[in-house]
């Protein structure tokens, strides 16, 4: 009875990790992430431009997603609510890359390696790559200035000559190699950094002049965003969480693997290079610090986003923004021989005036226009038919114009801003519709009021817009052939993800031709939780071999108990239990629920469980989100028995610190030169005893401000927390409880006097 319970347990327990997600667009949502390698802003005249570079990768493995379907992107400015549309698309110009390659002396047995896995990537590079390539050991050689020659690239290569008892000036080449690429036009631009060890010399001392924390701060400047790629040869020597962290912090890709697999850890670097999309567009800030979300919606209805955060030294007006028209029913008055047009308008604020005019379809000859004055005139407008023929077909055309009789341009710089087609036929009456109500049991429900007096209309087709970005949804288009008994129609909501959408409904006659057009803007939908067993039915009807899966685990399990019985049998007494096989839950000591436990033993016992060699390096395109790459495997074995003693929980007291900051100045002259690690997340700032940075100044608030850590974009953000002598950067007060985002060097001051620095750590 009491394995049957355990088989009962087993059967659950296998089902809910199977069945976690009601729909497939959640784990695709959830897999996925924006990585962004540079941005570029422009301060012109009238607007702000921008230029961001971004990857969407694979959020568990790291690896570019090359062939992602992108739908739609917009940018919005937190502070002032301001969300503009960009336009996306693959670069066009051309890539400037530093390829510097590892010259040292324990580079003497993989030379060969190196040289065919470095030309074979060359010849894959983005078309019209410029590459300048650079050796470097205890010296820094630059090999070839750069060129989109591929043949004159592929010959410096062949010029990298290890050289016997040389070190690893590993930062200092770094430093080199993104010094070369801020000469290059800003934008496409990054280093690809191979070496097989760390940077030390023969002796063990360190290399380079140069230091880490001097490496990322030059790359991560504003002005320049170089990301830097690392690809190590899994050595004894190498250190693995140093390469990773370069890439993580500059926005670049990182990749360990054996000598066998240098080709391939080179063409995953190019692949994510040519993975790499463009998002462009115009936002008119005010002047200061802001905070700005990037968004991508992808064609499978999953939403992506990145924060950051930006300067701007002069404040722009907003435009006004083009006059949006919807046709919401045409009537038709045969005694009048005019049309009553409905309009609903939006955007009005430089429209004065609107011109009706009526095009036939095939000549594309003017027949009649109307001009009305806006608001003054009354809507709906009559348009007349005069003059037109008997079943011809025709074309409305609605233009706008401003104060000054200009005519206002659409967003293809024309000048109708709707256009709708007809058949002139004065024997037939209009159908208006409307939606009187909505209601949200399960699906949407729509009760509509209807004028057919001839019963033209032969079906209903709509779909829905989310009002947070104002794009349609493509799995929201619905079709009923005509209304329930009691006037309403239902609009199936199983694929809606959460959010607040305006509902678009048309009524259609025999032809296809629409009659008549309405919408209900501001439904707030919330999908409904499935409960287990419905989530398990969901599973097996969207993928039936889960079902399969279970079945073949019972099997296993069975077979599994009758082996365990017959060896029962065979035994008599009660065996002694021995200390050395005992196997104890790991645990995770959490002070706080956001702490990122990113530290060095951690991440490399993962390729440890990844393999049953410990020397032997994991494959494939490292993760840069490395601490979340971390924090999920974690997870998966947190409170449960494993014997992994690399998983052995750290004292946050010895955690190593993923950064920390130097207080420079304070009115508390005991404080200045004190470095505070960065342990916790949030870290807390201010003067009560319950912070974890407590700095004894008057003029910083109790509860002052908190530092905060996005694992998934490998990000660092303060806030202030509403203090009184605010929180400052570049001078700048920084807007209360927003997160801004903090780099390398970060000059950040509390108050009126305490001012800090803040660093990166190496992993």
Request: overall charge negative.
């Amino acid at each position: 009875m009491k394995r049957l319970r355990y088989l009962i347990f087993l059967i659950i327990l296998v089902s809910s990790f199977l069945f976690q997600a009601p729909v497939p667009q959640a784990s695709a949502q959830s897999n996925l992430s924006i990585v962004i390698n540079s941005i570029i802003l422009n301060e012109n005249e009238k607007e702000l431009s921008y230029n961001i570079y971004f990857t969407i990768v694979d959020r568990i493995t790291g690896r570019a997603m090359p062939n992602i379907q992108i739908k739609s992107s917009s940018l919005e400015l937190l502070e002032e609510k301001q969300l503009v549309e960009t336009i996306v698309k693959k670069p066009e110009s051309p890539y400037y890359i530093s390829l510097v390659l590892d010259a040292s002396g324990s580079m003497l047995g993989a030379q060969s390696a190196l040289q065919d896995a470095a030309t074979s990537a060359i010849r894959n590079a983005p078309s019209g790559t410029q590459f300048t390539v650079l050796s470097f050991n205890e010296q820094i050689q630059q090999l070839s200035t750069f060129a989109d020659s591929v043949e004159r690239t592929i010959n410096a290569i062949k010029k990298v000559k290890p050289e016997s008892g040389k070190g690893t000036c590993l930062f200092d080449a770094a430093y080199k190699a993104v010094e070369l690429l801020t000469e290059t036009p800003p934008g496409r631009r990054s280093v690809v950094l191979f070496t097989d060890g760390r940077d030390e010399l023969s002796n063990g001392n360190p290399c380079s002049k140069y230091t880490f924390d001097q490496v990322i701060s030059l790359a991560t400047q504003n002005d320049v965003r170089i990301p830097i790629n690392t690809i190590g040869l899994g050595t004894a020597a190498i250190n693995e969480s140093e390469l990773t962290a370069i890439a993580n912090y500059s926005g670049g890709f990182s990749a360990i693997g054996s000598e066998s697999e240098l080709s391939n850890l080179f063409a995953e670097i190019m692949d994510s290079l040519q993975a790499q999309w463009l998002g462009s567009g115009f936002v008119y800030p005010q002047a200061g610090i802001h905070t700005a979300v990037f968004r991508v919606d992808l064609e499978d209805g999953s939403t992506l986003s990145s924060q950051f955060s930006f300067d701007t030294n002069r404040s722009y007006n907003i435009p006004a923004q083009t006059p949006k028209i919807l046709l919401e029913s045409i009537q038709f008055d045969r005694e009048n021989n005019l049309y009553d047009v409905s309009l609903n308008i939006e955007n009005t604020k430089i429209l004065k005036s609107l011109d009706f005019s009526i095009w036939e379809k095939q000549g594309g000859v003017k027949i009649l226009g109307t001009r009305y004055t806006y608001p003054n005139d009354p809507n709906p407008y009559k348009v007349s038919a005069s003059g037109l023929m008997l079943d011809v077909d025709y074309v409305l055309v609605i233009s706008g114009y401003d104060s000054q009789n200009n005519p206002i341009l659409n967003q293809n710089q024309g000048t109708a801003l709707l256009e709708h087609e007809f058949k002139y036929n004065p024997n037939s009456q209009g159908a208006l519709i409307e939606i009187s109500s909505v209601a949200i049991p399960k699906d949407l429900r729509l009760t509509i009021t209807n004028s057919d007096p001839q019963n033209r209309i032969a079906v209903y087709e709509g779909w829905l817009i989310n009002e947070s970005n104002n794009t349609q949804l493509s799995d929201s288009i619905f079709t009923v052939n005509g209304l329930n008994e009691d006037d309403t129609i239902f609009v199936p909501m199983s694929n809606i993800p959460n959010g607040k959408y305006t509902v678009i409904l048309q009524a259609l006659d025999t032809n296809g031709q629409i009659l008549s057009r309405t919408e209900y803007n501001g439904i707030v939908y919330s999908a409904p939780k499935l409960g287990f067993f419905k989530k398990i039915g969901a599973g097996i009807q969207e993928n039936p071999i889960i079902l399969i899966a279970i079945v073949v685990i019972i099997i296993v399990f069975i077979a599994f108990l009758v082996i365990n019985y017959q060896k029962n049998k065979q035994t008599t007494g009660t065996p002694a239990l021995q200390a050395d096989h005992i196997i104890t839950p790991v645990t995770f000591n959490k002070s706080k629920s956001n702490e990122v436990p990113v530290v060095r033993t951690e991440f490399l016992s993962i390729n440890n469980l990844a393999s049953s060699n410990a020397n032997t390096p994991s494959k494939g395109l490292r993760a840069i989100q490395a601490a979340q790459l971390s924090q999920n495997k974690m997870d998966k074995n947190f409170n449960t028995q494993v014997d992994v003693p690399e998983f052995q929980p750290i004292p946050p007291s010895q955690k190593p610190a993923l950064a920390h900051i130097i207080v420079e100045k304070s009115n508390n002259t005991k404080l200045e030169g004190q470095k505070i690690a960065i342990n916790n997340f949030p870290f807390t700032i201010g003067r009560n005893t319950q912070n974890d940075c407590i700095i004894d100044d008057n003029m910083i608030s109790k509860f002052h401000a908190e530092i905060t850590y996005d694992p998934s974009q490998q990000k660092f953000y303060i806030k202030d927390k509403g203090s009184t002598n605010g929180t400052w950067i570049k001078g700048k007060r920084i807007p209360s409880d927003h997160l801004i985002y903090i780099g390398q060097d970060q000059i950040i001051r509390f108050g009126t006097s305490t001012q800090i620095i803040f660093k990166l750590s190496i992993l």
